[in-house]
């Protein structure tokens, strides 16, 4: 069974950066994408960023490009989203997850098998 655990969260000011990380233990790394996920109170959780399974190929919802980087060590079985330039509506709880390394269904929550508990990333204004 797969087993992820994130962690980095915290209270940052508007502007500042973040680094997330997520470990994965229970099966092997390299068979599966990793993505980042947030829900925010009160609205439904939602794509973030995915890196495929050897790092080579990366994806971003679109407000998320160019401030936040995802990334993946497959030595440690980890995976990292350094978030910068982090605005109000950033916050929530972030899930890293392990899902099929298929660009058609990358982004999708629905495609991903394993999650972890979540980091709570607050940004106040």
């Known amino acids: 069974q797969v087993q992820l655990v994130e962690s980095g969260g915290g209270l940052v000011e508007a502007g500042g950066s973040l680094r997330l990380s997520c470990k994965f233990s229970g099966r092997t790394f390299v068979n599966y994408a990793m993505g980042w996920f947030r829900q925010a109170l009160g609205k439904e959780r939602e794509f973030v960023a995915a890196?495929?399974?050897?790092?080579?190929?990366?994806y971003y919802r679109d407000s998320a490009k160019g401030r936040f980087t995802v990334s993946r060590d497959n030595a440690k079985r980890a995976t990292y989203l350094q978030m910068s330039s982090l605005r109000s509506e950033d916050t929530a709880v972030y899930y890293c997850a392990a899902g099929p390394d298929d660009i058609s269904v990358i982004t999708r929550e629905d495609e991903y098998e394993y999650w972890g508990r979540g980091t709570r990333v607050t940004v106040s204004s």
């Open positions: 890196v495929s399974w050897d790092g080579g190929s990366t």
